[in-house]
């Protein structure tokens, strides 16, 4: 199995190297992610200017790796046509040093990334696992990435899956489920700073705290209830058997999850 993986908190994002050793595990793995952070530019491809790529020094031995001077989706763009053109057998974007929910779903560089995987028919999954202050749990999201790749690589998920899934602040014999859910509502409120740089205004827009909307089956819920959520995109999955298989594979994450941690 040959797995694509890429972030958007650059190349050298603890998250991302985090879950290359777990995936390790599971098969080849070749890293191709921005040179610097790229939070919040969500489906963005650089279509402009030209693209920079190289090769970087890996932090695990062995992992072929490559720097791009771009965006998440520019990242997975040049993995799948370059660096793996003979193919890949799984997309995986994480992990993300912070939740991905919501509204957020729209912006997010992470799912972006994921998404270019989705476009060129090869399954993907975007991971993300919260922040409690400055302190980043990666345990249970590297665990379950690797989980979601064996299934991938036992065909017990379908070839076209796009998941975004996230990870609570907890460690791994803490959580308390895994569960299939649907995108919450979780809004800020902006405020724009406006300044002058002596030759013309500028505005800087100031993310506010958010507003959490917890209703029971979205990914919001499932996190304040100590969960693991997976939502599955587009919303409107074909056909009831791939809902069903969808869900009796997250009834058994938290099996395996509790297995992996004796």
């Not at 777990?22 to 599971?26: I, P, S």
């Given at each position: 199995m040959?797995?694509?993986v890429t972030n958007d908190d650059s190349v050298y994002g603890d998250g991302l190297w985090a879950l290359v050793e777990?995936?390790?595990?599971?098969g080849e793995v070749i890293v191709a992610a921005p040179d610097r952070e790229q939070s919040a530019v969500g489906t963005s491809v650089t279509l402009h200017h030209p693209l920079r790529m190289k090769k970087a020094e890996p932090r695990i031995s062995g992992v072929e790796t490559y720097?791009?001077?771009?965006?998440?989706a520019d990242s997975v763009i040049l993995g799948l046509q370059l660096v793996a053109a003979d193919g890949v057998d799984l997309v995986m974007s994480g992990i993300n040093e912070g939740v991905n929910m919501g509204n957020d779903v729209y912006i997010s560089g992470t799912l972006g990334a994921a998404i270019q995987g989705y476009f060129y028919d090869v399954p993907a999954i975007a991971i993300s696992t919260a922040v409690y202050n400055t302190n980043v749990r990666f345990e249970a999201a590297a665990m379950m990435g690797k989980l979601l790749a064996q299934k991938i690589k036992d065909k017990l998920l379908h070839p076209r899956s796009l998941l975004n899934v996230n990870v609570p602040?907890?460690?791994i014999d803490r959580i308390e489920g895994v569960e299939l859910t649907r995108p919450g509502r979780r809004t800020y409120r902006d405020a724009i700073q406006k300044g002058n740089d002596g030759k013309r205004d500028?505005?800087?827009i100031v993310r506010g705290d958010p507003v959490w909307e917890e209703k029971e089956g979205t990914d919001i819920w499932a996190i304040r209830n100590k969960k693991i959520s997976i939502t599955?995109?587009?919303l409107n999955l074909p056909g009831s058997n791939r809902k069903s298989a969808l869900e009796d594979v997250c009834s058994s994450l938290i099996d395996d999850l509790n297995s992996s941690h004796k």
């Open positions: 040959r797995i694509l777990a995936l390790t595990e599971v720097s791009v001077e771009g965006t998440p602040y907890l460690s500028y505005y800087w599955p995109l587009p």
